[in-house]
């Protein structure tokens, strides 16, 4: 349905407008979604791209390597296609289960802020327009395009399939939620917005630390007595921007408690060499009273 009103609105305003698909090979009706998904576009008279993608669990989940492999791939669609930006259709719905669960996994006060209308990723700006609309009006709109055009929508079962947590949540405890508070997901996309400010507000304090911790050219590194100089909070804050300053996750909650007990502990001058922090792909090592991320082989 974002298609259909994207199409409208580019029509209007004499805009071109590409429809990304993405296989991702993980249900056995994946390749009639491919071809539905041309048909919409044949429909609204617009071009459409599909890319299939290899999901790599590793070890992060189903969910997490999946929604992985589906933005790398279209980010290589918006590439091919020559765009810069995209358009997701999340709803209000989305974001509140969002909010839940990240709550529930104890992501934190900055967390709740869960899924922005406007991001930047991979050198796009990423468009979700519809975190305010609910489920219900969406699908309700499908209904009817699919008496005039008699183009019918497709069904993930996966977003049935209680063994994957956002299911688990959708089919056992939003009913509940349902029944003793209906207006749950305003209420918590409401806090979505609010924590938004908020991390909005902390990253803008980071920012303007950041200069003060005497970074290198590169970003790669930066001061260990600056950092100690701060109030504790603002040193969290200014890590987590140095992260994604380098384009790097956030490490869990337990993880980043155990960066800063670290790095509050060892030797002013950084002569504890036994300071091997690992994330992702790269290493955080405190040398010569700097704080630097190196890859493996500058560990060795």
């Known amino acids: 349905m974002l298609a259909l009103h994207a199409a409208h609105v580019a029509r209007r305003l004499g805009r071109r407008l590409h429809c990304f698909h993405i296989h991702h090979g993980l249900q056995a009706g994946a390749d009639d979604w491919l071809i539905q998904a041309h048909r919409l576009a044949g429909l609204l008279g617009?071009?459409?791209?599909?890319?299939?993608?290899?999901?790599?669990?590793?070890?992060?989940?189903?969910?997490?390597?999946?929604?992985?492999?589906?933005?790398?791939?279209?980010?290589?669609?918006?590439?091919?296609?020559?765009?810069?930006?995209?358009?997701?259709?999340?709803?209000?719905?989305?974001?509140?289960?969002?909010?839940?669960?990240?709550?529930?996994?104890?992501?934190?006060?900055?967390?709740?802020?869960?899924?922005?209308?406007?991001?930047?990723?991979?050198?796009?700006?990423?468009?979700?327009?519809?975190?305010?609309?609910?489920?219900?009006?969406?699908?309700?709109?499908?209904?009817?395009?699919?008496?005039?055009?008699?183009?019918?929508?497709?069904?993930?079962?996966?977003?049935?399939?209680a063994r994957y947590a956002r299911a688990a949540l959708r089919t056992s405890l939003a009913p509940l939620l349902d029944a003793r508070w209906p207006a749950w997901r305003r209420s918590l996309a409401r806090h979505a917005r609010q924590a938004r400010d908020l991390s909005d507000w902390v990253a803008a304090a980071a920012r303007e630390d950041w200069p003060a911790l005497e970074p290198s050219a590169d970003g790669r590194a930066f001061s260990l007595a600056a950092w100690r100089a701060l109030p504790a909070p603002r040193q969290v804050a200014v890590l987590r921007h140095w992260l994604q300053v380098l384009g790097l996750r956030m490490p869990t909650e337990a993880r980043l408690r155990n960066w800063l007990r670290q790095l509050r502990g060892v030797h002013a001058l950084g002569h504890d060499r036994a300071v091997q922090l690992r994330h992702e792909d790269i290493w955080i090592v405190v040398r010569r009273g700097r704080v630097l991320c190196v890859s493996k082989t500058q560990v060795e």
Do not use: K
């Open 46 to 161: 617009v071009g459409c791209h599909s890319r299939r993608v290899a999901v790599d669990v590793d070890g992060r989940g189903m969910e997490a390597a999946a929604r992985d492999a589906r933005y790398a791939g279209l980010a290589g669609l918006a590439a091919q296609a020559g765009v810069g930006c995209l358009l997701l259709a999340h709803h209000q719905d989305d974001q509140a289960e969002t909010v839940l669960l990240r709550l529930l996994r104890g992501a934190g006060p900055l967390g709740l802020a869960a899924m922005r209308p406007v991001m930047e990723r991979d050198g796009l700006v990423w468009v979700r327009p519809w975190l305010d609309q609910p489920r219900a009006a969406i699908l309700d709109c499908a209904r009817r395009f699919q008496s005039l055009s008699g183009w019918q929508p497709v069904s993930d079962p996966s977003n049935d399939d």
